[in-house]
């Protein structure tokens, strides 16, 4: 095909062929994602889980499809296998490591995981995490809960407006008294919302 095109063309399919195929790659790549993400939000509502997991899920399938079309579009740029190979796993080694130097971190990530799934308290709940039965305990409504904290709002016992963040590891670690109803929460901690 390439003799019957004429001479000044020739340089041009050998960038073209490439560029055709990394186009390819990214408009497949960005059918998976739209599948997933249209298949990931149908289980969520099938299922009730809740929004945070899903959106979870989502995010890690992201990141994997990105990954394999950064390798995809390497490999055809020319990249060794062995080469992104060797990095992959030299980058995994020092991940690792990292991940093992940041362990609170991890355990606090993995908390949140389960305050989503086992639900012990949900948002705008009142909720009193206690030292032990006798000594009260730290107190105020769930405003948020991200990958470290769960953010409490005080309004009792003269510390109105302020939050608390509690590592999402100490959850597991102490009692949790909970009231869904706010207006049922001892000492007015009930919340705006």
Request: net charge positive.
């Amino acid at each position: 095909m390439k003799e019957h095109l004429p001479a000044w063309t020739h340089e041009w399919l050998q960038y073209g062929a490439p560029a055709l195929q990394i186009l390819l790659t990214l408009l497949v790549a960005w059918l998976v994602r739209l599948i997933a993400r249209r298949l990931l939000r149908r289980l969520g509502e099938h299922y009730t889980l809740p929004p945070e997991m899903v959106m979870g899920a989502r995010r890690v399938f992201t990141f994997v499809v990105y990954f394999a079309v950064l390798m995809v579009v390497l490999q055809i740029i020319g990249v060794q296998a062995s080469v992104l190979w060797t990095a992959f796993t030299g980058f995994a080694a020092v991940g690792a490591v990292a991940f093992f130097a940041a362990w609170s971190v991890l355990s606090n990530i993995f908390c949140t995981l389960l305050i989503f799934t086992t639900r012990p308290f949900r948002l705008h709940d009142c909720i009193e995490v206690l030292e032990n039965g006798e000594k009260p305990g730290l107190k105020g409504r769930v405003i948020d809960v991200n990958l470290i904290y769960t953010t409490l709002q005080e309004n009792a016992g003269g510390h109105e407006g302020t939050v608390l963040q509690i590592p999402n590891n100490m959850f597991f670690q102490r009692t949790v008294r909970r009231w869904r109803d706010p207006s049922q929460a001892p000492g007015g901690i009930q919340g705006d919302g």
